[in-house]
């Protein structure tokens, strides 16, 4: 995927809901960036991330609450009128209460991308420089066909790595730990040609 701008001019909403219906969009600085809709693999590990989050934190089963986790939400700031990473959390503390309609305005505490060979550049050059200009405070990036989890938090203005993590270990990761996660559960049942997944 080439990560030059797309459009001469602006890009609007209306160039995202122009995209085939196989493709997704984000508008990142007026610039439209498409690439194809995340296959299998993708999908499956962003579930159990998820969920693997959401019980301990935002509902406080086993945990301490607090948080909204959320699978691609919609988010829309004034740099960016439409982003949406494959999994955001939102301290409560700063969003209370989700929008009953509409996109959120607030920027997440915490990103996570799982990385595809057709989306790790923009993730880790486009997104991860937007993410760290506009005040994300963790992010994390998890490769399927690697089985990897790499965490960072933003200190000074930068990102600072905290750790890379195999694929069967067990580890607390910030912001989120206060509980252990077990990486081998999210490579359950992937294939070997998961590291195709476009």
């Known amino acids: 995927m080439s990560l030059a701008p797309t459009l001469v001019r602006p890009a609007t909403l209306a160039d995202l809901e122009a995209l085939p219906p196989t493709w997704r969009g984000e508008i990142l600085d007026d610039t439209l960036y498409a690439f194809p809709r995340p296959r299998a693999p993708h999908a499956s590990v962003e579930g159990l991330i998820t969920t693997d989050l ?46 009953s309609d509409g996109p959120i305005t ?24 937007f993410y760290v200009r506009i005040g994300v405070q963790h992010i994390w990036y998890v490769d399927p066909r690697d089985r990897t989890l790499l965490v960072a938090q933003h200190i000074d203005g930068r990102w600072m ?38």
């Open 54 to 99: 959401t019980n301990p934190f935002q509902r406080g089963r086993g945990g301490p609450g607090g948080w909204w986790i959320l699978p691609e939400p919609s988010i829309q700031l004034p740099r960016a009128p439409e982003v949406s990473p494959d999994i955001a959390g939102f301290r409560r503390d700063r969003l209370p209460t989700l929008p």
């Open 106 to 129: 607030v920027v997440p505490d915490w990103v996570c991308e799982i990385l595809s060979p057709s989306t790790a550049s923009y993730d880790q050059i486009v997104k991860r420089r």
């Open 161 to 198: 790595e905290l750790g890379l993590h195999g694929q069967d270990e067990r580890v607390r990761a910030a912001p989120f730990d206060a509980i252990e996660i077990d990486l081998a559960a999210w490579w359950d049942g992937l294939a070997p040609e998961a590291s195709a997944d476009p």
